[in-house]
């Protein structure tokens, strides 16, 4: 059975780091999309990066120059490190992944029928 599991979320003060593995079993990553999204209470959930099959990355414009995604398709892990956190990056963060070809921009409701994590919780403080 296919499963990501995400790992790596904690509280950190503003300006700190954080980096996020999302574990993939049953699952063969290297020919995957894969993206981060995160969602707080009473909003929708909001793409932060995705990273498609050949290696090209993308990234919401509230993260760029701060985040990093990658994947290792070795450990079939995905990561994402975030530094120079902001209290409004506090959040559930999400992993998720679309086999094949198939990539979507960073909008969840075209991940409806994507692989999803449980998701970790991240929190910055001020």
């Known amino acids: 059975q296919a499963q990501l599991m995400e790992s790596g979320g904690g509280s950190v003060q503003t300006g700190g780091s954080l980096r996020l593995s999302c574990a993939a079993s049953g699952y063969n990553s290297s020919r995957s999309c894969m993206a981060w999204f995160r969602q707080v209470p009473g909003k929708e959930r909001e793409g932060v990066a995705r990273i498609v099959s050949d290696g090209r990355t993308h990234y919401a414009d509230s993260v760029k120059g701060r985040f990093t995604i990658s994947k290792d398709n070795i450990k079939n892990t995905l990561y994402l490190q975030m530094n120079s956190l902001k209290p409004e990056d506090t959040a559930l963060y999400y992993c998720?992944?679309?086999?094949?070809?198939?990539?979507?921009?960073?909008?969840?409701?075209?991940?409806?029928?994507?692989?999803w994590g449980q998701g970790t919780q991240v929190m910055v403080s001020s």
């Open positions: 998720a992944a679309v086999g094949g070809i198939i990539c979507y921009a960073l909008d969840a409701r075209d991940w409806v029928s994507a692989l």
